[in-house]
């Protein structure tokens, strides 16, 4: 009676001890189980990380301009608000950013079907070991592509900002900022 009842004991115990260990391990973020994140990858998760980072940065990888970021898309957002009151954009005005968003995005969409292919195909010849030296007319190719197309996007802010009143550009930065 006394054996049965120590081995229940001990039974009931080692359950405890294994729930209350399980609570404390978690799986890092490269997959081991490690007691309270310790397993010395490294590789904790980083608590301000928002989840649609990974997917904003990966937009910016694949853009075919030189300035990944900071420009802002005036056509895009005149888009947005193309029969919006508050912008008030004029038949005239309309015809306008509708020419510069159509020479804009053609330039861009096929420059960037040829970035993307040079990119490819620079990371590709480089993982098979291709020589720097052997690489370096693509590479310089791609650069200017990159900055081809930068220019072209500055051009086309400059021609949105010739077409737009003061009072509408101010209006679409309070777009912007909502």
């Known amino acids: 009676m006394i054996k049965k009842l120590t081995l229940t004991s001990i039974a009931a115990l080692s359950l405890l001890f294994v729930s209350a260990n399980a609570e404390s391990v978690k799986k890092c973020n490269s997959g081991m189980k490690c007691a309270a994140g310790k397993c010395g990858s490294g590789m904790a998760k980083k608590p301000n990380v928002k989840p649609n980072m990974k997917m904003k940065h990966k937009k910016k990888r694949n853009s075919p301009f030189l300035i990944k970021h900071g420009l802002p898309h005036l056509t895009k957002l005149v ?75 500055l051009e086309c802010l400059d021609s949105t900002r010739a077409t737009l009143s003061k009072e509408q550009l101010a209006t679409l930065r309070s777009f912007k900022k909502h």
Request: proline share 1%; glycine share 2%.
């Open 79 to 153: 888009m947005k608000n193309w029969d919006n009151p508050a912008l008030a954009l004029s038949e005239k005005q309309k015809l306008k950013l509708e020419k510069v968003r159509m020479e804009t995005m053609g330039f861009v969409k096929s420059a960037k079907s040829e970035v993307m292919a040079l990119k490819k195909e620079i990371i590709e010849a480089s993982k098979a070991g291709t020589k720097a030296a052997d690489l370096k007319e693509k590479v310089e190719k791609l650069a200017a592509l990159e900055a081809e197309a930068t220019i072209v996007h």
